[in-house]
């Protein structure tokens, strides 16, 4: 069998080699020979062996990072694809952060230096490192010293909406709203009693930008810029929108289900308005 999809799975086509098995029944159809549960048993072992042999190539930091350079995305469809071995392979990501430089952090390195009460990965999505190193969602973050991962490969995007989290910390995406700054109580008190106080001129703006907007709120998640656009928790970030408008063969009825899910302007560190 020169291609055989039961034998090894998507993610691993840029593995090549021979399997030799005496097990297999010659005397019987490609079809029979295909449900052959002989065939998921030596799929099962492949897709360990590959685990094991990256393993071994992640020990060298410089031969990981041609490896993954070479072949990071085709890990991040494992992640997406291959339900029981997501996590194992989550051990293979690495990322730019706000605090990694020129280098690439994989997610144990991130979780290690985690602030001691931070409950959450933080990460942002977008174009390039360079379009989201400098962008206005990051300033809290990085005033309070919390490191947020860079995911710019678009297949990031399909990637984390299947792990998660990770060692049981959630990944919270930055340009989404309902985020987790770790405010203390004192902080939330003062965040309450400041969205109070600005409550008239959040619905004097929501009455100005009318469908524009779902909702105008109070931000606590930028330091110097006057307003930010926040996506819906549960829909398409921006970045994901932009992904699936690029899609020729794109589910027009599922793009405008989750682009309406799209929320949240923010005005300033004190308003926030939610957009449709």
């Given at each position: 069998m020169d291609n055989c999809e039961e034998l090894c799975p998507d993610w691993l086509s840029f593995?090549?080699?021979?399997?030799?098995s005496e097990d297999l029944p010659l005397n019987i159809s490609r079809e029979n020979l295909q449900q052959s549960k002989i065939l998921k048993l030596i799929q099962k072992n492949l897709v360990k062996k590959c685990i094991e042999l990256f393993k071994e190539i992640a020990e060298n930091d410089e031969d990981y990072k041609t490896f993954y350079g070479a072949f990071s995305?085709?890990?991040?469809?494992g992640i997406h694809e291959d339900s029981k071995n997501r996590k194992?392979?989550?051990?293979f990501l690495r990322y730019h952060s706000t605090k990694s430089g020129e280098d690439q952090v994989s997610l144990k390195t991130y979780v290690e230096r985690m602030k001691?009460?931070?409950?959450?990965?933080?990460y942002i999505t977008g174009?390039?490192?360079?379009?989201?190193?400098?962008?206005?969602?990051?300033?809290?973050?990085k005033k309070r010293d919390l490191e947020v991962l860079y995911l710019v490969d678009p297949i990031d995007e399909y990637a984390i909406q299947q792990l998660k989290d990770y060692q049981g910390k959630t990944m919270a995406c930055a340009t989404k709203e309902g985020l987790?700054?770790?405010?203390?109580?004192e902080e939330k008190k003062?965040?309450?009693?400041?969205?109070?106080?600005?409550?008239?001129?959040?619905?004097?703006?929501?009455?100005?930008?009318g469908k524009k907007v779902e909702k105008v709120v109070i931000s606590d998640r930028m330091v110097g810029s006057p307003c930010s656009l926040v996506t819906g928790e549960f829909g398409w970030s921006a970045n994901m929108q932009r992904?699936?408008?690029a899609q020729a063969l794109r589910d027009s009825s599922m793009s405008s289900y989750m682009v309406a899910k799209k929320n949240n302007r923010s005005l300033t560190h004190h308003m926030q308005s939610s957009r449709h």
């Open positions: 593995i090549k080699g021979v399997v030799d995305k085709m890990i991040k469809l194992k392979l989550a051990e001691e009460n931070q409950k959450v990965i933080y174009e390039s490192k360079e379009a989201v190193e400098n962008s206005p969602f990051l300033e809290a973050l987790d700054l770790g405010l203390s109580e003062k965040a309450e009693e400041e969205k109070a106080s600005f409550e008239d001129l959040c619905k004097k703006v929501k009455d100005i930008l992904i699936m408008r």
